[in-house]
């Protein structure tokens, strides 16, 4: 009867220390997951959705490949956090409801952060901060301020916010299609000043750094573009922004800012 005691005391004892054991594995590797990302996305694999039609953010290159600032950010942050990635190239009309539909993770594609969005998503910490700008002829002196737009042309776009800026400032307004036939109109003459986002000037400059424009005033307003989830992928937003925050300390987010606009454009 002893005898049967100590074997049951010893096969309880066992069973115990392996389920212990079994227990002590899973949270481990728990532990890790969460460390890494992988408990964060299915499989491993961040997909992440992008326009690719959007230079210098999200575009192709001449052999085709997806490039971009937002591209190589979002595949530093998923390197950062342990993590494949995976591009799903989506019309800018159709990728917040690719998002709604968990289509994909987030969104990397210049997503400003403003408080209707703010009402319906969650947001990472910005990589991108930008402000309107007057982009007038080189060597002019006469605009210093936006009031300084009151009584000159400016090219503007009919359905930007910028044309409502140039307006409110007292600017004539000359429709036109987009940044590209904006600034050859200000590079032959035609009109006096333009008003669009510093992001889109700048990659204009780096490209054309000859080009016989200068920037003349700012806003004091930024825009903050950042990665987007839905609000219950609320723990992938932060994940993304710690991942963001470690990049922005070992000075890999200044170093792509550089790379496709010749200036720290984080912050």
Sequence with gaps: MRHQRALIATLTATVTALALAACGSSDDDAASGAG????????????????????????????????GYDVEV??????????????????????????????????????SINPEREEQYVFSQPYTVSRGVVVVPEGDTSVSSFADLDGLTAAQSLTSNWRTLAEESGATVEPVEGWAQAVALLEQGRVQATINDSL??????KENPDAPIQVAAETEETSESAFVVTPEREALAEAITGALETLAADGTLTELSEKYFGDDVTQ
């Design 74 to 111: 979002a595949e530093a942050v998923a390197e950062e956090l342990g993590l494949e990635i995976e591009f799903a190239e989506t019309q800018w009309d159709a990728i917040f409801a690719g998002l709604d539909a968990g289509r994909f993770d987030t969104i990397a594609n210049q997503v």
């Design 200 to 205: 889109t000037v700048l990659d204009y400059l």
């Design 36 to 67: 890494s990302g992988l408990g964060l996305v299915e499989d491993g694999t961040l997909t992440v959705a992008t326009e690719g039609t959007y230079r210098p953010f999200t575009f192709h290159d001449a052999s085709g490949e997806l490039v």
